[in-house]
């Protein structure tokens, strides 16, 4: 059992910044990748970023490239998401997730994660 607890998310303006943290209960490296997925209502949860928790590749979806990233402190069992030119559209409940399997072809899926967390709220104005 992972416990993921997520923190930073707050209201912004937009062209801001923000970076968000997820804090492991469990050893990061334990799991195949880490990523982040964000829903806003009435649309489908997303995956914005993934990290490969042994190797330390990324991917990302076309949306976020350029302006987000992804990290990982193993030491802390923390993953980062780094968001800069926050947009409006980017308004969304982002939710950390751990998964013991990963695939790159799958990796921003959200059925291959097992362990989630409760989420924290990221608004942008414009």
């Known amino acids: 059992q992972v416990q993921l607890v997520e923190s930073g998310g707050a209201s912004v303006q937009a062209g801001g910044s923000l970076r968000l943290s997820c804090a492991s209960s469990g050893n990061i490296q334990d799991n195949a990748c880490m990523g982040w997925f964000r829903q806003s209502p009435g649309k489908e949860r997303e995956g914005v970023a993934v990290?490969?928790?042994?190797?330390?590749?990324?991917n990302y979806t076309d949306s976020v490239k350029g302006r987000f990233t992804i990290s990982q402190d193993n030491a802390k069992n923390t993953v980062y998401l780094q968001m800069n030119s926050l947009r409006p559209e980017d308004t969304a409940m982002y939710y950390c997730a751990a998964a013991k399997f990963c695939h790159e072809d799958y990796s921003l899926v959200s059925g291959v994660y097992a362990w989630w967390g409760h989420g924290t709220q990221v608004t942008v104005s414009s």
């Open positions: 990290i490969f928790t042994t190797p330390g590749w990324t």
